[in-house]
Nanobody, 121 residues
Framework: QVHLGESGGGLGQAGGSLRLSCAASGNIFRINHMDWYRQPPGKQRELVAT???????NYADFVKGRFTISRDSAKSTIYLQMNSLKPEDTAVYYC???????????????WGQGTQVTVSS
């Protein structure tokens, strides 16, 4: 089984910064990609940022220039550095990973439990 453990959420101020972490653990052969999603109150879950096994990154337009996704491959951990926070960044942030459990396994999807980020104006 694969577990994604998130940390770093909490209360931030508009214009401030927060940093989220997500560590993957379990019997993982290869992590194909890891992503951050978020679900604002009363809205659907949306993709925030992606980092692939090759280190390529992609961002949603609403966070470009403000958020940075990075990784520590040795620790199977990704981070989301959130700068210039806005009240509309308030959401539950989820870590997502596409992984292979064996050499011949297909990609399997796993979600973290989510961490609340609240940005005050």
């Amino acid at each position: 089984q694969v577990h994604l453990g998130e940390s770093g959420g909490g209360l931030g101020q508009a214009g401030g910064s927060l940093r989220l972490s997500c560590a993957a653990s379990g019997n993982i052969f290869r992590i194909n990609h890891m992503d951050w999603y978020r679900q604002p109150p009363g809205k659907q879950r949306e993709l925030v940022a992606t980092i692939t096994s090759g280190g390529s990154t992609n961002y949603a337009d609403f966070v470009k220039g403000r958020f940075t996704i990075s990784r520590d491959s040795a620790k199977s951990t990704i981070y989301l550095q959130m700068n210039s926070l806005k009240p509309e960044d308030t959401a539950v942030y989820y870590c997502f990973a596409g992984v292979r459990l064996t050499l011949v396994d297909g990609s399997r999807d796993y979600w973290g439990q989510g961490t609340q980020v609240t940005v005050s104006s």
